[in-house]
């Protein structure tokens, strides 16, 4: 018989083990060791049974073991020790606390996914786990964000295995009674109810669960309630699955929805109000839309006011390069879904208008709701002002108002606690897993190389036992028997050169590129000097055939016989088997076509362990490789023949293996330390440790997008929104005008016969503005270097003084330095100018002389 629900019983716990249920429910045991310890000590056989689960060791502990404990005096001492760690933690001012009133009172973060603990499956790959490690380092910054996601029950799926290598998907259902999530009650402690309104007169019904992040909330709503017709249960039943429309659903109950949830979570538990709206990527885009029918109610906005008003205070983070990767619905859906919702249809829709006029594109509309946006690494910003450059027509890229920040990733937790502590003996500025949530290794060069080395060692075979214990289940599972497995007893050696590759099964990240040449790979593992062994691992889309493809070649390669000790590809990636990835591999590869990686940050995670990156340099590896941080993959990124650019970039990878990362790891001095490899583990931990860390990406974030948001928002919303009003009726009077804006004429004086560097052009420009006043403009002089075409380079831009007016004719000039020697150009033109701008750019209309 199967079980039509589960639910989980858990033993109550005695008076004097209490703090135990506030410390369970507090997710900041994912990160910090000294509350996990505590919890395998409950009982260490069951902490190992449950696979360290706190949630399950508590579940499951025996009512006699809890009475046992709770008249252990060193126990309790320990217990509330842990306890009011926890407390100082939640309370005490960090760095936040010292920004001033600019900062946002409250920050809402949205995104469809977030990886926090295997223990939570709510997440598919990088773009969940960022989101998990962007709360953890808001936690430890003190900054007053709130989550808000979806509590899908079967979460992403669970990865096995056929017996020829073909992969399958298990949805395994999740109850929230059995996860460490809180309903949100109303006072008289009915749960309360959000509703998002539905095609046809239906309605979308749900419960919040709150998961607590150290200081961070994190609202996950749950569509599986009775409240709701059997079709719309199953609104949040997986991540990623369905069709469009069901897509659609889940994308309003998480932006419509989600807008209600934190309302509701702020009034009953007194949080302010988020001031600034965070999107993580285009899925969460809705909110926005709910914030205008929200201002058009309350305050009677227009919907282009409550626009204005809403842009102020919203962040848009895209996340991929990759056209394909972009979330769109039929225009007519979404006509359908917003019919009644309560803002003109006719004005939504050009939110997310593209080159497709049937199609609506969430990251479009992402980019018109959010008045800040950025892109997740360096060349990431470059490569989407590129890609989304049609949205601000007339412009050039670098004008494209998308900025960058790099992403980064939780030190404390993907940092060994072995490393953590290594550095905690070493470092100048006191106990490095606390000092304001950054991970310091400034002390590196202190610690002796065969200590750090020693601790490498230790990662590694810790990783051999794993991928042992791992390759045998793989093997049972996939129909082997017990008597044909004493192979994998001595599967993979701790003493060899250990490369790990992990990461979602999209074609462009190539899991299969070191196949290329199987015989040079075959050759490169099975060396018998100085061999190398391969961990692989990833899911593939479950609607992703060619996914699939690429995983079963891949598991076929490693099921030879001869092979099957140096490499494995190991089912179920997921946080709890990244970690032991991240912790043991000495090289981290990472080949895709570049540049479609956004950021990548697997490899940060290997960097903050002394993992040396192996990598294309696309993502966060063009900014950070150094050099003595690992090796760059020549990219063949001219070549067009797809074949023939695997077949370089792979040639590349193993000609890199064979005469740099593997002569460096096998050369070791009298005591068996390769000191020149040590060398490079130092200048990781040291130089590249701090930039990746989420505390600095959060900072950053803080900096220069939430708190000039907020100042934002705050303009806007000054006055009963009174600068909204006037900001809204100010650009729809500009954009009628724009039409008859014109540059007439320019003229240069001072230029001599021989320009000379310092020296200077006096331009003059008459501009024709019918309709508008010199004060609804910005006109520029723009400079640069100049190509044949005539093209500009390296921009520099001055604004023009006004001088004088002669009806709809004004003459405004500047004078342009010669700054540079060489081939030199000059332009003006003129963009409409409003105080409420981030930059000039912002209206997307220009006119260039
Ligand atoms: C870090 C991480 C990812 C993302 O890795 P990329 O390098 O960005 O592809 C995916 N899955 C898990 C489990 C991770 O820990």
Known sequence: ????????????????????????????????????????????????????????????????????????????????????????????????QSLGDGAPASIAYFSAEFGITEVLPQYSGGLGILAGDHLKAASDLGVPLIGVGLLYRSGYFSQGLSPDGWQLEHYPALDPHGLPLKLLREPDRTAVVISVPLPEGRTLHAHVYRAQVGRVSLLLLDSDIEENAPAERGVTDRLYGGGEDHRLRQEMLLGVGGVRAVRAFCSLTGTPQPEVFHANEGHAGFQGVERIRELTESHGLSFSEALQAVRGGTVFTT?????????????????????????????LLPLGAEEDPSKFNMAHMGLRLGQRANGVSQLHGHVSRDMFGALW???????????????????????????????TQSTSQGDP???????????????????????????????????????????????????????????????????????????YKRLTLMLKDPARLKALLLDTDRPLQLVIAGKSHPADDGGKQLIQQMV??????????????????????????????????????????????????????????????????????????????????????????????????????????????????????????????????????????????????????????????????????????SEASWRSHVLENWHGVRVAHVEATGVGETPEIGGGIDLRAEVELPGLTPHDVLVEAAFGRVDDADGLHQVTTVPMAHETTEGSRHWFSATVPLTRTGAFGYTVRVLPHSEHAAVPAELGVVVNA
Not at 3 to 14: K, N
Not at 323 to 344: M, T
Request: hydrophobic share 40%; proline share 6%.
């Open 1 to 96: 018989m199967r079980a039509l629900r589960r639910l989980t019983v858990r033993a109550s716990l005695p008076e004097a083990l209490r703090p135990l249920s506030q410390l369970v429910t507090n997710l900041r045991w994912s990160w910090h060791w000294e509350t996990r310890d505590l919890f395998e000590a409950l009982d260490p056989e069951l902490w190992e049974s449950c696979g360290g689960d706190p949630v399950k060791v508590l579940g499951e502990v025996s009512a006699e073991r809890l009475a046992t404990l709770a008249e252990d005096p060193e126990f309790l001492r320990r217990m509330h020790a842990v306890a009011e760690d926890l407390r100082t933690y939640l309370d005490a001012p960090h760095w936040y």
């Open 319 to 347: 996340h991929t390069p990759v056209p394909a990767g972009i979330d769109r619905f039929p225009k007519a859906l979404i006509e359908r879904y917003f019919a009644g919702f309560g803002v003109p249809v006719e004005q």
């Open 393 to 423: 027509p007339g412009f050039d890229a670098d004008d494209v108002p998308i900025s960058a920040i790099t992403n980064g990733v939780h030190a404390p937790t993907w940092t060994a606690r072995e490393l953590l502590e290594l550095g």
């Open 433 to 507: 897993a606390t000092v304001q949530g950054d991970v310091h290794f400034d002390g590196v060069d202190r610690i002796d190389a065969g200590v750090l080395w020693g601790t490498r060692r230790l990662l590694r075979a810790r990783l051999v036992e794993e991928v042992r214990r791992r390759v045998r289940a793989t093997a049972l599972s996939r129909g082997a028997a017990e008597a044909e497995l004493g192979w994998t007893e001595t599967a993979f050696d701790p003493d060899v050169l250990t490369i790990g590759f992990a990461r979602r099964v999209p074609s």
């Open 556 to 725: 076929k390669f490693a099921d030879d016989p001869e092979i099957r000790h140096r490499i494995a590809f190991l089912p179920n990636y997921d946080i709890g088997m990244a970690r032991y990835l991240y912790w043991g591999c000495d090289v981290w590869l990472n080949n895709p076509l570049r540049p479609l990686e956004a950021c990548g940050t697997s490899g940060m995670k290997s960097a903050l362990n002394g993992g040396l990156n192996l990598s294309i340099r696309d993502g966060w590896w063009d900014e950070w490789f150094d050099g003595q941080n690992g090796w760059a993959i020549p990219t063949a990124e001219g070549v067009s023949d797809h074949d023939r650019r695997d077949e370089v970039e792979a040639q590349a990878i193993y000609e890199l293996l064979d005469r740099q990362v593997l002569p460096r790891f096998y050369e070791v001095d009298a005591d068996g330390v390769p000191t020149r490899w040590v060398e490079m583990i130092r200048d990781t931990l040291r130089e590249t440790g701090p930039k990746v860390q989420a505390t600095r990406m959060v900072r950053d974030y803080v900096e220069q997008l939430y708190v000039p948001a907020a100042g934002a928002a705050r303009a806007m919303a000054d006055g009963g929104y009174e600068a909204a009003r």
